[in-house]
């Protein structure tokens, strides 16, 4: 049951979609009867989204996203609709189900060089899609242009036309459009930026492609949806007791850093952790404790301190980073949480602390996930991009990565799940299953928001969920605790909207 939930949640590669294409058409359902589907789903979001566009520009490229055009075209026309249909190359140069596609389409048809967008009230974009192979240049990319620069509104088939299905990138440059339909599921550069603020809208249609053959095809990248996680996540039983929720620890910074710390505390304990405790150095002892009321206090003022404390293997999670300082001493308790057996949320400071040496915390991490025995990666790194550089600069730089490529190489390489956060946050595990994150508002984009999504993390560690499900559980639940927020948000709200977060989570599916 879950596992076929969480495969609604699939994002495609190019490969995978081919091959669920494949198999379908294999088991008797002719490649143009998916066509013809895609066309019908085009359409019908066509007349839903825009009842007062008459006059329709369809732009059809030389593949089956043209053959998609065509075919949308002749159905738009039998609806009434002013359709006018515009090729990059003649009809009778299109094989196979385009062929098809334009023979049976006998409204007018022109070469892209007569089209105009100030002509028309809607304009569908079926210029490329999946076969999107190099940069769009000259002619293709001048019409892009000047389409973007029209107030026209643009219904793209598939994908916008320039936007990699597989990373999001803008080849050359790219369709922006209001509404985009995709067909059987989402491909990851429809959530992954640029792609998806090309993309508009984005509606999946299932044209008929076997849901089945995703069975054979095991995707392993999913849009991070409660499908993939709710089954393991951890949530206060009717006996429990608070110690069955875990013990999370978050450490403190100095003094004058006292606040990242708190935020990431109280959020851990508003997510679910049964206790949470900061460790403060000496001198912040203070300001700490006039701050904190259900967050318990413990003073940790060197790593003899440290370990006499971790010797109480009750303290099962911990977030080391936020406001904590970049250093010797970030790294050196790092090591000693993860050799004592503890999981670590490493976030903000904690990890620029590695920056000179990011091998040492990646065989900390190694060693910690070989000693627990159940593989299961015993570090959880939350890096912006700029954090992310720090620890692996060459991925970082690599030419050709997604974000999503870049995630999965450094989860791999870390033995940690790994956090890339943005808008598009990306989740992955060093097995190679990621998400690709789409909760959230741009007013997350605020000063230590990503403080308190460390301490969200920590809270499903404490309670012993899976690390990639931790993670991905707490990203999701720290965009929906914005969006319950809406304007005007500052990180010290988001706790407060968990409540409402989880409301929701039990009273919906997935
Ligand atoms: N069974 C299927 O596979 C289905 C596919 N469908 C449609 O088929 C599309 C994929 O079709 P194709 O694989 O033919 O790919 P496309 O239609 O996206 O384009 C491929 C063609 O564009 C050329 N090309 C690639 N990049 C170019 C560039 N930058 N400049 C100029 N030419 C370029 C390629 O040489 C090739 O001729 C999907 O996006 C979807 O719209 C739908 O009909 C539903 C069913
Ligand atoms: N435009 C945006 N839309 C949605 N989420 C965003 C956006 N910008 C940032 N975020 C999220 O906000 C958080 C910011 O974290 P981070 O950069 O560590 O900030 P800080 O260090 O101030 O806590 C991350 O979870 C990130 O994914
Ligand atoms: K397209």
């Keep these: 049951m879950a596992q076929n939930q969480a495969m609604d949640a699939a994002l495609l590669t190019l490969a995978e979609m081919g091959e669920a294409d494949r198999l379908t058409i294999a088991a008797g359902t002719p490649g143009i009867v998916l066509m013809e589907r ?17 006059r329709v520009a369809c732009l059809a490229g030389p593949g089956n996203n043209g053959g998609d055009a065509y075919a949308a075209a002749a159905i738009l026309l039998r609806a009434g609709r002013e359709v006018r249909l515009f090729h990059l190359v003649p009809p009778e140069k299109l094989q196979g189900d385009a062929a ?49 620069a029209a107030a026209t509104p643009v219904v793209a088939i598939d994908l916008p036309s320039g936007i990699s299905g597989a990373s999001g990138a803008v080849l050359g440059t790219a369709v922006e459009a209001e509404a985009t339909v995709t067909f059987f599921r989402r491909k990851p550069g429809h959530l992954l930026e640029p792609g998806r603020s090309h993309c508009g809208a984005v509606a999946v249609s299932d044209i008929g492609v076997l849901s089945t053959a995703l069975e054979t095809i095991a995707p392993k990248c999913f849009e991070n949806r409660p499908a993939l996680w709710r089954h393991r996540l951890a949530v206060p039983s009717d006996a429990g007791h608070k110690y069955d929720r875990g013990h999370a620890v978050v450490f403190s910074g100095p003094a004058s850093r006292t606040g990242a710390a708190r935020l990431a505390a109280t959020a851990a304990l508003r997510a679910g952790a049964g206790l949470v405790t900061m460790f403060s150095p000496a001198g912040a002892v203070l300001v700490n404790a006039a701050h904190l009321t259900a967050v318990m206090l413990k ?57 000179d040496d990011p091998e040492a915390l990646f065989a900390a991490a190694r060693a910690a996930s070989e000693a627990r025995g159940d593989s299961e990666p015993a570090l959880v790194l939350t ?128």
């Design 38 to 54: 895609a066309a019908e789903a085009i359409a019908e979001t066509v007349l839903a989204r825009y009842p007062g566009a008459e």
């Design 100 to 148: 098809n596609a334009a023979a049976a389409y006998d409204g007018p048809a022109e070469p892209l060089a007569a089209f105009d967008a100030q002509s028309f009230d809607l304009v569908i974009d079926g210029l490329f899609g999946a076969g999107l192979a190099r940069p769009l240049e000259g002619e293709v990319a001048e019409l892009v242009e000047r389409l973007n």
């Design 299 to 355: 003073r940790c003022e060197d790593t003899d301190e440290l370990a006499s404390h971790l010797g109480d293997t009750r303290l099962n999670a911990f977030v080391l980073g936020p406001g904590f300082g970049a250093g010797e001493t970030a790294r050196a308790y790092a090591e000693a949480v993860l050799a004592a057996g503890g999981r670590l949320v490493l976030d903000a400071d904690g990890i620029s602390s590695f920056k």
């Design 383 to 510: 890096p912006h991009s700029g954090e992310f550089k720090r620890l692996f600069p060459d991925i970082a730089s690599a030419e050709g990565l997604s974000k999503l490529d870049q995630a999965r190489l450094a989860a791999e390489r870390a033995c940690a799940v790994v956090v890339l956060k943005g808008r598009d946050t990306v989740i992955a595990a060093p097995d190679g299953r990621a998400a690709i994150n789409a909760t959230g508002t741009p007013w997350l984009a605020t000063a230590g928001s990503g403080d308190v999504l460390s301490g969200i993390v920590a809270a499903q560690l404490a309670q012993g969920t899976p690390s990639f499900e931790a993670a991905a559980a707490a990203v999701w639940m720290h965009g929906k605790a914005a969006e319950a927020f809406g304007a005007g948000l500052i990180a010290e709200d988001l706790p407060g909207m968990l409540p409402k977060v989880f409301a929701g989570l039990e009273a919906t599916g997935p």
